[in-house]
Each structure stands twice: as C-alpha cells, then as structure tokens.
C-alpha cells in the first residue's frame, strides 16, 4: 500500500515540480551559449552579468518551490476539505505521513542532483573538472585511509545530509498538525508554532550534540605515527562525532514524526 501511496503522491507533485527544474536546465544550456557568445565578443559583460543574476535567483526558486510546493501538499491534503477523501482511505495514518517524507526526500535529493546539473551545463570544463577532481580522489582516499574507513566517511555525510532534510520537513510538518487542531487562523498558528519549535529545537539540539560530543572530542587528535595512520585516526574521530549529530537529529524526526502521526490518527481537525 506505500508503494501505491507514493505512487500517486508522484504524479500529484511531479508537474510542477519537474517543469521548475527544467527551466532551471533550459536556463543553463542558455547561459552556456551566452558565455560562448561573450568569450567571442558578441554580448557585452553587462549582458552576463544579468544572466548570472537570472540564474542565481532560478536556483533559490528550485529551492524555495520544491519545499513549498511539498509543505502545501501536506496541508491540502491532509487538513483541508481534501482531507475528507484522504483520511478515508485504507491506510494508516503513519504511512501516510511516511509516504509524503519519502516523496519529500526524493525530490530534495533531485534537487541537489539538479543544481549539480546546471552548473555542468553551464560550464562543463570548470565544473566537469571539479566532479572529476571529486571523484579521481576517491581511490586516492581509499588507498590512503583503507576503502572500509573510506566508504563508512562517505556514508556518513549522505546520511547526516538525509537525516537533515527530514529534520527539516517534519518540522513543518509538526508545525501544520499543531496548528491544525485550533479552531480558527489555522495557517497563523502553523506559522507562530514553527518559529517558537525551532527556536526549541536550536535549544535543545546544539547543547544535545554538544554533550554527547564530549567524550569524543576530549579526545586528543592523533599526533604521532605515520602521516597517513594520524589522518585515518582523525577521520574516524570526525565520522564519530557526525554520529552523533545524526543521533540527535533522528530523535528530533523521530519526535515530530510521532506527534505529527498522533494527530493525524487521533486529534484530526478537519473544517
């Protein structure tokens, strides 16, 4: 049934979504003739620059839609007269809320691999050369520090970077079920609970990790031996005290994504 549910998430949210990050796309294959066109003296620096503006501001509305469009869908589906359709279909209202993170996550995760796209595009010599520098040094990594430490690094950053990106929308998505159960100026109360949560949740989450990092960080750096084993040792010591931030993290998700499913089951509010 999440296989379905995710399924018709997609074609609810892919239209408007993909058409933002193929302008951004479009954008850049024209930036890339407008370069061509200034490195030949045909357009003037100021015709660049303009571009470069335009293109900029393409990136933070890729952004800036990809989490909007998703937090609206989460309200409009779930809260508002939709959610008289939604809430009755067979599936529990944690799959629900699962499905709508995992669609977040994926268009999150396509967004990244976009923005990467579109500087490619833009300028494939300068920005191919940085990904190929990114990843002819993996073997290099891996030769150094052993492809086990390597690969558990790697692993690391992605999941502390997923861990994140769920902290991020599961906190609107709190923030939209708290708000939901007043009866009245749903939307404002959405928006006063989000500012006094995250205030809380930079309380709570920076002296968290702080504390738990102690006895890793009390730890000396490795200073003697080899150059390579103080560089595998220190390495280590940073992977450890990324575990811990995403241990915090995930207590932060795990909380909104148990109080976001609470009210979803047993408090909805529907108007």
């Given amino acids: 049934m999440l296989k379905k549910l995710l399924k018709h998430e997609w074609k609810a ?18 930036g890339a003739g407008t ?22 501001l393409m990136i933070f509305v890729s952004v800036i839609v990809t989490h909007a469009l998703l ?14 359709l939604t809430n009755t279909l067979p599936v529990t209202a944690g ?26 595009l833009l300028e494939p010599k300068a920005s191919g050369k940085v990904i190929l520098d990114l990843f002819g040094a993996l073997p290099e990594l891996a030769g150094s520090y052993g492809l086990s430490l390597t690969l558990c690094a790697i ?5 502390a970077v997923l861990v994140s990106l769920a902290v991020t929308i ?17 939307v404002l109360a959405s928006v006063l609970i989000f500012l006094g949560l995250y205030l809380l949740q930079q309380m709570i989450s920076l002296p968290g990790i702080t504390v738990l990092s102690i006895p890793i960080s009390s730890l000396p750096l490795t200073l003697n031996g080899s150059e390579l084993s103080v560089q595998a040792a220190n390495l280590t010591q940073f992977c450890q005290l990324l575990w811990v931030y995403i241990l915090v993290e ?5 909380i ?3 109080v976001s499913r609470y009210i979803l089951h047993r408090k909805l509010n529907l108007p």
Avoid: M, P
């Avoid at 692993?155 to 999941?159: A, E, K, N, P, R």
């Avoid at 995930?250 to 795990?254: Q, R, T, Y």
């Fill in 13 to 30: 949210t892919y239209r408007g979504l993909l058409t933002v990050h193929l302008a951004l796309l479009v954008l850049s294959l024209i």
């Fill in 35 to 56: 370069l061509n066109a200034l490195q030949s003296g045909s357009v003037s620096d100021s015709v660049w620059g303009f571009y470069l503006v335009v293109f900029a």
């Fill in 71 to 84: 937090i609206v869908r989460y309200y409009r589906n779930l809260f508002t007269a939709e959610g008289y």
């Fill in 95 to 120: 799959a629900q809320l699962l499905c709508k993170l995992l669609n977040y996550l994926i268009w999150a995760v396509l967004n990244i691999l976009c923005i990467i796209a579109a500087f490619l």
């Fill in 155 to 159: 692993l690391t950053v992605i999941l």
């Fill in 170 to 186: 599961l906190l609107f998505y709190v923030c939209i079920s708290l708000g939901s159960l007043f009866s009245v100026h749903k």
């Fill in 250 to 254: 995930a207590v932060i998700a795990a």
């Fill in 256 to 258: 909104y994504f148990a």
